[in-house]
């Protein structure tokens, strides 16, 4: 995460609402047009903010998926590609579904909340409305020349319409970030403090962020 802040990817404030997202719960994909714009990094960086303990399984037959416990069924790419980890037809269906078990995390291309929805309730998929409802958070990048950006984050609002809200933005005229967050004031507060740490300790390898983030949490969640 402090790689992604230097590089202007996003900004303190946007990654502690992510912080903060995480630690509720929130099931979360993260979407793009093109390859190579950044959207499994920022997936991997959101899984590095998963609570202690929390197992992360990637899926690859919705069938085989783990039970009991916290997890995180993770899926590499919703897509139609033969490789490790990617789901598309009625497996990627079922792997929606399996939001009742657990925690949702995935990649997709797409560029709007609509791409998502017609890829993911069309044909070519079929998911259950209701388990696309349960995805949390939809978390879109973009690239501007040589800038990768994380363009836009929507947060679900009810499962009748299937309505998400933004609650970050980014600018590109100004190239800044704007942030209207729901969870509680104290909350982001805490998170924001640590993200802020993070980036002044300069903390960049991934066991020292896993250990930076199992601190936040016995801290601040020491019910997890």
């Known amino acids: 995460m402090v790689d992604l802040i230097e590089a202007g990817t996003l900004d303190i404030p946007t990654a502690a609402y992510l912080l903060t997202a995480v630690a509720g719960g929130a099931s979360f994909l993260t979407a793009a047009g093109p390859g190579g714009v950044g959207k499994t990094t920022l997936l991997a960086t959101m899984l590095g903010f998963l609570p202690p303990g929390e197992q992360i399984e990637t899926i690859t037959d919705p069938a085989l998926a783990g039970e009991g416990g916290r997890r995180c069924f993770l899926c590499h790419e919703i897509g139609a590609g033969r490789w490790y ?129 199992a601190g936040f949490y016995g801290e601040h969640y020491p019910a997890r």
Do not use: N
């Open 85 to 213: 980890g990617y789901l598309w037809g009625e497996s990627a269906a079922a792997y929606f579904a399996l939001r009742s078990r657990g925690r949702i995390a995935a990649t997709i291309h797409a560029e709007t909340v609509e791409e998502i929805k017609e890829q993911v309730l069309g044909p070519s998929i079929g998911a259950a409305p209701q388990d696309l409802a349960a995805i949390d958070l939809l978390a879109f990048m973009v690239r501007r020349g040589g800038l990768r950006r994380v363009s836009g984050i929507f947060e679900a609002e009810g499962a009748k319409d299937l309505a998400y809200r933004q609650v970050v933005t980014w600018e590109p005229g100004d190239d800044e970030f704007s942030v209207e967050a729901s969870q509680p004031p104290d909350q982001l507060a805490r998170a924001r403090e640590f993200i802020e740490r993070l980036v002044a300790d300069e903390v960049y390898l991934v066991e020292d962020v896993m250990a930076a983030v």
